[in-house]
């Protein structure tokens, strides 16, 4: 998941950073940030209902 996320990103990181828009590198690292966090957090929420369920 991380890796997908990072190979989309990377190139546009890098593209951004080169021209000097460093709002839009910022805005673009935030969103690539809450994407990774928010696909982690499903399977992360889903164990711990299940860890739950089982005790």
């Known amino acids: 998941m991380l890796f997908a996320v990072n ?3 990377a190139p546009k990181f890098a593209a951004l950073s080169r021209l000097g828009e460093q709002e839009a590198l910022r805005k673009t ?3 690539a940030t809450r ?3 928010g696909l ?3 399977p992360f929420a889903l ?3 299940g860890v ?3 005790c």
Do not use: H, K, N
């Open 40 to 42: 982690a957090l499903i």
């Open 47 to 49: 164990v711990q209902l």
């Open 7 to 9: 190979s989309i990103a």
């Open 29 to 31: 690292a935030l969103q």
């Open 35 to 37: 994407l990774v966090l």
């Open 52 to 54: 739950s369920r089982r």
